[in-house]
């Protein structure tokens, strides 16, 4: 019995490694900070309220009805680091109008601006920071994004990305995801399970879907428990159109035309 035993968690030691090692490269591409993501959320989150739009953060510099009309619609986005810089949006294009929320984070400091056209026929973007074509940085929050952990675009693809990563990564407010079972689908493609226990018998299981050892899709289902007892379920969807470990340089700067006012202290010399 002891004999069984031990092979039985040989086993399911080395299966683990195999099963979780499709996952493992892209684990090691977000570690490497390192990568451009390209996604499409097709799973947006119920209008709660008529202030949930598209904002990635703070405001767009666009009246309330220019950056309404993606509301409760898909959304696309990008990610892009090299080292400590960083830039993310978020948006869509709807009826040939076109709107993206963009952060960039370079050199200790954020800036938040507004990228959109109003026709398809339009080749150039236009954008809106603290004003048309211009932007004021704001001293990057770096205990705030440890509290929060790294964000990775909108609310559902920063927790489905932090999910990959290594618990030792996340704060103790971060729900930690355990490995629960992999396969092969019956149109070839792969897949690895992983589960969540939220508290109070709430749970989430993700599902990332690999074409080969290609990441394409990520899914999950989250079961939620109001106070009343009420059950619902929530289920997601990401697909992934690239995951790759080289930064896209051109994004972790701002964009030509777009002037920074930002007044800065001068550094007294010795």
């Not at 709660?48 to 666009?62: F, I, P």
């Not at 959304?75 to 960039?104: F, H, P, W």
């Not at 079961?223 to 896209?248: M, N």
Request: charged share 30%.
């Amino acid at each position: 019995m002891k004999k069984f035993l031990i092979l039985a968690l040989l086993i399911f030691a080395v299966s683990f490694h195999v099963e979780a090692s499709r996952l493992d490269s892209y684990r090691e591409i977000l570690l490497s900070n390192s990568y451009t993501i390209k996604y499409t959320n097709v799973t947006p989150a119920p209008r709660v309220t008529n202030k949930d739009r598209v904002e990635l953060y703070g405001k767009s510099g666009l009246a309330a009805e220019e950056n309404d009309f993606l509301t409760n619609k898909p959304k696309s986005g990008v990610i892009t680091a090299d080292g400590q810089n960083k830039y993310e949006e978020i948006g869509g294009k709807v009826d040939g109008k076109e709107l993206y929320m963009c952060r960039l984070s370079k050199n200790g400091e954020d800036f938040f601006f507004t990228k959109y056209k109003n026709k398809e026929s339009e080749r150039k973007w236009k954008y809106v920071g603290t004003r048309r074509n211009r932007v004021v940085a704001n001293d990057k929050n770096y205990i705030a994004e440890i509290l929060d952990n790294e964000s990775y675009g909108d609310a559902d693809m920063s927790r489905l990305i932090n999910a990959i990563l290594p618990n030792s990564n996340k704060n103790s407010q971060q729900a930690e995801y355990k490995f629960i079972a992999q396969g092969e689908l019956p149109d070839g493609n792969f897949y690895e399970d992983y589960r969540a226990d939220l508290g109070g018998g709430n749970v989430e299981i993700v599902r990332y879907y690999f074409e080969g050892d290609k990441l394409f899709k990520i899914a999950s289902a989250s079961l939620d428990k109001t106070p009343a007892g009420t059950e619902y379920v929530r289920h997601y969807i990401i697909q992934i159109a690239e995951f790759s470990p080289a930064p896209e340089e051109s994004l972790l700067q701002l964009p030509k035309g777009v002037k920074d006012e930002t007044k800065r202290k001068k550094s007294k010399e010795a």
